[in-house]
């Protein structure tokens, strides 16, 4: 079936410096992407979200950028602090009339070095 | 506001025995709910999806089943557990876009 998968499953960074998540997605049609945020034993935290008529926003720190072309998308981080230390996760939401609900990634987890 | 709780955080069950997993939400009618389940190291896994009382879709056979009993409350349960059915469990609801997630309940079958 269709899934959400992400190129790199570990990613350590240093403190202060910029980090990027990248995320593949295999539905075309799908018009709403999410990154959250899982800190150990919690549920995920929604971090930003955008629409497939757009290909960036930006958020406090964050930024994610949409590549339709190649079905891609990426979180970009800035100024990386100990506290992102966290796995994310990209989802995708099919189009209207799916059956299909929210589509996960394995997730990336994030290691933020002193 | 909205609030999603979830219960118990953890949960340590014998092979066999029966699970009761309950959600319920605050501030808001006839959400949109679902349970997910996570294995270490893996992705949300959709379980379950429910639209309404009494309305549950199942996205994956299994040994688990859910119910809504009421409109803000969901509940996964198992009459006998498996091994397999280890994991983290989370809860969440669906007012549009985005999807907001409980605290998670850990699964250990043992």
């Known amino acids: 079936g269709e899934s959400v998968g992400l190129h790199l499953p570990t990613l350590s960074v240093q403190e202060g410096d910029n980090s990027i998540i990248n995320c593949a997605y295999s539905?075309?049609?799908?018009?709403?992407f999410i990154w959250y945020k899982q800190e150990s034993g919690k549920g995920p935290q929604f971090i930003i979200d955008i629409r497939s008529n757009m290909d960036k926003r930006q958020g406090q720190r964050v930024t994610v950028l949409l590549n339709k072309t190649v079905k891609h998308l990426s979180l970009q981080i800035a100024a990386t602090q100990p506290g992102d230390s966290a796995v994310y996760f990209c989802?995708?939401?099919?189009?209207?009339?799916?059956?299909?609900?929210?589509?996960f990634g394995s997730g990336t987890q994030l290691t933020v070095l002193p | 506001s909205q609030t999603i709780h979830q219960w118990p955080a953890t949960l340590v069950q014998p092979v066999g025995s029966p699970l009761s997993l309950e959600c319920t939400v605050e501030?808001?009618?006839?959400?949109?709910l679902y349970w997910y389940r996570q294995a270490a190291g893996r992705g949300l896994q959709l379980l379950f999806y429910?639209?309404?009382?009494?309305?549950i879709s199942s996205e994956v056979p299994q040994n688990l089943s859910a119910s809504r009993p009421q409109d803000r409350q969901f509940i996964l349960s198992s009459k006998k557990l498996l091994l397999s059915d280890s994991g983290f469990y989370l809860c969440?609801?669906?007012?549009?876009?985005?999807?907001?997630f409980g605290q998670g309940t850990r699964l250990t079958v043992v």
């Open positions: 501030g808001t009618s006839n959400p949109n």
């Open positions: 989802a995708e939401n099919p189009p209207r009339g799916s059956a299909r609900q929210l589509t």
């Open positions: 429910s639209v309404g009382i009494g309305q």
């Open positions: 969440a609801w669906r007012p549009g876009g985005r999807a907001f």
């Open positions: 539905n075309s049609a799908s018009d709403y």
